[in-house]
């Protein structure tokens, strides 16, 4: 069987395999401890437990790069707006009162998967 279990496509964490006991018999998953994910094998036993580390870890490896704009504006506050090159989904972080104290620089880098599409955020 293979062991490695890769992080997850959606957030990044990690993830194990197991068997969940039902009155019609195991069934072999493989579930994200922080999110939840799951993907679920087919077989019983080993066999399932195989097919699905198999399928977790065969979706394909994604990448995006954040475009990063911002805009200001006196009633809204800082706008900075993230936009994943893969999926085109916008992520947008307010700052409060245009106050530089309280606006957080490096969101872009603690961006590590993209929310909708789950690619990886790489640096442009």
């Not at 990044?12 to 998953?29: D, I, K, V």
């Not at 679920?40 to 995006?64: F, I, K, M, P, S």
């Not at 475009?67 to 989904?89: H, I, M, P, Y």
Request: one cysteine or more; a negative charge; glycine letters at 10%.
């Amino acid at each position: 069987m293979e062991t490695e279990i890769r992080a997850c496509p959606f957030c990044g964490g990690e993830a194990h395999a197991a068997l969940a006991a039902y009155a019609s018999g195991a069934t072999a998953h493989v579930v994200c401890d922080a999110c939840g994910a799951k993907v679920y094998g087919y077989g019983r036993g080993e066999r399932g437990l195989r097919d699905a580390v198999e399928r977790w870890n065969r979706r394909a490896e994604r990448t995006c790069e954040q475009r990063r704009t911002r805009r200001t504006c006196r009633d809204v506050g800082g706008l900075d707006k993230f936009v994943c090159s893969e999926c085109g989904a916008s992520l947008y972080m307010l700052g409060m009162y245009d106050d530089p104290t309280y606006w957080v620089d490096d969101v872009a880098a603690a961006l590590e998967y993209c929310p909708n599409c789950g690619a990886k955020v790489v640096d442009e």
